[in-house]
């Protein structure tokens, strides 16, 4: 196992969570911290022992002794850091939405690809021990058929026009923050749908409070999904086959138990042993990957980003979610 150096872009609350698991990562150390103000730079850089700050996030790009650029910054930014960071040739894992729509994201694939550089969206919870339990439980087909997943994910914000998630100008809006997470899980477990329904619901600077979507995927698997910024909502997923069902339980999208119904037994809880926030796991896939030389994770390639992507982006325009970013 290689030794890899860590930087990361953007010191905000994901950025923190982010680095407080750093100490389940042997392989790896944590270099470099860029942000745009010196006082959030340098206390984020004592807080964690970083050696290196920047207070600006162009100085990270050119940083020489940085391999891995994990960048943490609000979506309409991801694309110009992540950009920067593969033309310098550094590995990037970035926030999702890896972007704000597939035009940019395209762009970063193809120079990812054309320089062979690591590249792959921070979407933790592929990693988690429980997601991986859940796909291997419907890939053994042990419960027959998949019919049906439901999956959300709401928490009640307050209205405030300056919050990132109700600012249209840093990306707010539930379906890219939030929204992005039970479509994930249906892309992940029944691939991209065929035919989608899918509705918003809007507060006054434009962005969506709520997106409800309905997907019908290929062998007549269908998904309803759900998110809000408007109230706590269950944000649970249950996939329901022929012979029972599986339930991720409340906060599915973090690290934690599963139950698994099969019809006329016992349901059996399954809980997994957890060290910290749960964001090493997505860590340390990159960091296989690139002692492997992949330029992609074989769990969360970059085609499936792309089609992620591609049916947030859909959904969006069937809503009337807009961003500047769709205009340029
Ligand atoms: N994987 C997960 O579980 C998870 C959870 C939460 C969020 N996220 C994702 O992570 C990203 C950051 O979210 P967060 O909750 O960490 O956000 P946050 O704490 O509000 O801010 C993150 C960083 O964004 C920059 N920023 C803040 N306000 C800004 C503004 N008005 N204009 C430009 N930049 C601004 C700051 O960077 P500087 O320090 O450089 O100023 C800040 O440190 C989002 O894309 C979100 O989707 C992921």
Redesign the pocket.
């Known amino acids: 196992m290689n030794k890899y150096n860590w930087g990361i872009i953007?010191?905000?609350?994901?950025?923190r969570q982010f680095a407080e698991d750093f100490k389940f990562l042997s392989q790896a150390s944590l270099k470099a911290v860029?942000?745009?103000?010196a006082d959030?730079a340098s206390s984020f850089a004592k807080k964690f022992d970083i050696p290196v700050w920047y207070d600006s996030?162009d100085g990270m790009a050119g940083d020489p002794d940085v391999d891995i650029v994990y960048v943490?910054?609000?979506?309409p930014?991801?694309f110009e850091n992540t950009r920067s960071c593969l033309e310098a040739g550094k590995a990037v894992l970035c926030?999702?939405?890896f972007t704000m729509n597939k035009r940019e994201l395209d762009i970063l694939v193809r120079i990812a690809r054309e320089k062979k550089v690591f590249l792959m969206e921070?979407i933790?919870t592929r990693f988690l021990p429980s997601t991986k339990k859940v796909l291997e439980f419907k890939e053994s087909g042990e419960l027959g058929k998949l019919l049906n997943i439901y999956a959300d994910f709401g928490f009640r914000i307050e209205f405030d026009p300056k919050h990132?998630l109700y600012d249209p100008a840093?990306?707010g809006g539930a379906l890219l923050?939030i929204g992005i997470y039970p479509v994930f899980l249906s892309l992940l477990m029944a691939g991209p749908p065929a035919k989608f329904h899918a509705t918003a619901r809007f507060v006054s600077t434009g962005v969506d409070h709520s997106c409800n979507m309905i997907f019908e995927h290929a062998d007549e698997v269908v998904s309803s999904l759900d998110c809000t910024v408007m109230a706590k909502s269950p944000t649970e997923a249950n996939l329901l086959f022929e012979k029972g069902w599986i339930r991720m339980e409340s906060m599915w999208l973090t690290p934690g138990p599963i139950t698994i119904h099969r019809i006329g037994q016992k349901p059996k809880r399954v809980k997994f042993r957890e060290p910290g926030n749960g964001y090493h796991y997505e860590a340390a896939e990159v960091m296989r990957c690139l002692d492997q030389g992949l330029a992609e994770s074989p769990s969360l390639p970059l085609d499936f980003s792309l089609n992620l992507m591609e049916i947030l982006d859909a959904v969006r325009d069937r809503c009337g979610i807009r961003y500047v970013q769709d205009d340029t």
């Open positions: 953007g010191a905000g609350n994901i950025a860029a942000s745009r103000s959030r996030w943490a910054t609000h979506h930014f991801h926030e999702k939405p921070a933790w990132r840093i990306g923050d």
